[in-house]
């Protein structure tokens, strides 16, 4: 096997381990709960608290990556990652889970960070959409494997048992990175932006923190209200600390490549509705149909099997055709599959919903891996950490912005549908239809969110496999270890 096959089993190691940890702890919540003697909004934080630091140091370890090395970070990344782990298994408290859980957080952010960075360095133009796709795949196992594997170990064992299986797992991930990832000279003459990273740190925590806890909080809240400003001004303050800084955290020249900003723009929405249907559907599937959390979680895993399943082949389709029509072909795929949850009823045949769910996430898959593989090829090479990481923030925004859509669509239309379906006390059903109702309302909000995202795939530029695309002078550069002269970036799909 050629040696950069061997390098993205390591990548896709790591990206399972970082999706599954996300994913896998949901479950557990309530016995975390239990245990501790702790409420709901208490505990929801073992989550938040992983989120909202991935989502703040994706940017600035993208950019470490081009400074200190992807090898460098990404081990650190690993070790991090596996020592928590042990720590989160064994915590005392619920406030020293929360605390092993933020430095979690940190791990799995370079993890993310690094991974398609490292793929995009290792392989040519010609398939890179491949080895994307492939890696998606292991994402998709992190997110379907999550809610089943976690029900199995809180069930049979404890909830600590989904910590603790991280340790034996990371320690040969370690190794195997350490052995197999190429040796990498450090960026030379390269700096890091310690106060860009501080300030867009700042800003992205504020933002994410509003969006996670706006209705929970009150939308109209003064914590809300001031998080809100506080984004806007640390967003400001970190635009003026890039323009004057010799080295910063991130070329804002890169924007003026149609490609990248067209991409990110695409992910952020993709995921915002992919994230309205996964947040929302639990929600239909225990309280409108009275299904356990198991078995909710495994009736939902038809969207990360199909995403698997498709994202390897659209990868491979994409470094052949270019990622323009795929990508756009996927987010049109996603709007069909939120119009059609719509018409799912409240007493639904499971095979209903199961091609509802397949629809979505073979949309998903589509979009995914070309949408991956425009952005970091359309960028010089000693930029691509940087693009990694913004790439991975996007994906965290439009998350955070599909859960946050959803629950405002909600919490403003199911008072609308009890109103409709009568007056007086609601009854059971009463309440289950005006819950689907609203839950249905939030899916057409997604799809026409969605329906942005298909423009933003239609413009990023031409479609044809090898199109370069021409950097500015402001991002151009010289890759570590390449000769003055040589190419600074790959071509573009």
């Known amino acids: 096997m050629e040696r950069k096959w061997l390098i993205l089993t390591s990548v896709s190691l790591g990206s399972l381990m970082a999706t599954l940890d996300g994913s896998i702890v949901n479950i557990a919540l309530p016995a975390i709960g239990s245990d501790y003697r702790i409420d709901l909004t208490t505990v929801e934080w073992v989550v938040v608290a992983y989120l909202l630091v991935v989502g703040c140091l994706l940017l600035p370890f993208g950019r470490l990556g081009e400074v200190l090395t992807f090898k460098r970070v990404y081990l650190t990344g690993f070790a991090v990652f596996t020592v928590a782990s042990v720590f989160c298994g064994a915590s005392p408290t619920a406030l020293a889970l929360v605390g092993f859980r933020v ?52 069930q049979v064992a404890t909830w600590r048992a989904i910590f603790l299986i991280n340790a034996p797992i990371g320690l040969l991930a370690i190794v195997w990175a350490a052995h197999i990832l190429p040796v990498e000279e450090p960026g030379k003459g390269q700096s890091f932006d310690v106060k860009g990273a501080g300030l867009s740190g700042a800003a992205l925590f504020a933002l994410l923190l509003a969006l996670s806890e706006g209705q929970e909080w009150g939308w109209a809240s003064p914590a809300i209200v001031g998080l809100m400003i506080a984004t806007v001004v640390l967003g400001g303050a970190f635009l003026v600390a890039e323009r004057r800084a010799i080295h910063p955290m991130i070329d804002l020249a890169l924007f003026r490549i149609r490609p990248f900003t067209a991409g990110l723009a695409s992910v952020v929405v993709a995921f915002a509705g992919l994230f309205t249907a996964t947040f929302l559907l639990p929600f239909l599937l225990e309280q409108g149909r009275g299904f356990s959390p198991i078995e909710a979680g495994l009736l939902l895993t038809p969207v990360p099997l199909s995403m698997a399943l498709v994202a390897p082949f659209s990868g491979a389709a994409s470094d052949r055709f270019g990622p323009r029509v795929l990508a756009s072909l996927g987010m049109a795929i996603m709007v069909l599959g939120l119009l059609s949850l719509t018409q799912l009823s409240v007493d639904f045949a499971l095979p209903d919903l199961v091609w509802r769910l397949v629809l979505l996430g073979v949309g998903q898959g589509l979009f995914m891996s070309p949408n991956s593989s425009a952005v970091l090829g359309s960028v010089p090479r000693p930029r691509v950490g940087t693009a990694s990481g913004t790439l991975a923030e996007m994906r965290v925004n439009g998350q955070a912005l599909g859960i946050a859509l959803s629950a405002a669509v909600v919490a403003a239309r199911l008072p609308v549908h009890l109103a409709e379906l009568g007056s007086g006390a609601p009854t059971a059903a009463v309440r289950n239809a005006a819950l689907a109702g609203a839950i249905h309302d939030a899916f057409v909000a997604a799809a026409l969110i969605c329906c942005v995202g298909i423009v933003t795939s239609l413009i990023r530029g031409s479609s044809r496999p090898g199109h370069a695309v021409t950097a500015s002078p402001a991002v151009a550069g010289t890759a570590p270890g390449v000769a003055p002269g040589a190419p600074a970036a790959p071509p573009a799909p």
């Open 103 to 154: 430095v979690q957080g940190v791990g799995a952010a370079m993890l993310m960070a690094m991974g398609p960075a490292i793929v995009a360095r290792t392989f040519p133009a010609a398939e890179r959409g491949k080895a994307l796709g492939l890696n998606g795949v292991s994402v998709a196992i992190g997110l379907s494997l999550g809610p089943a594997l976690g029900g199995v170990l809180t």
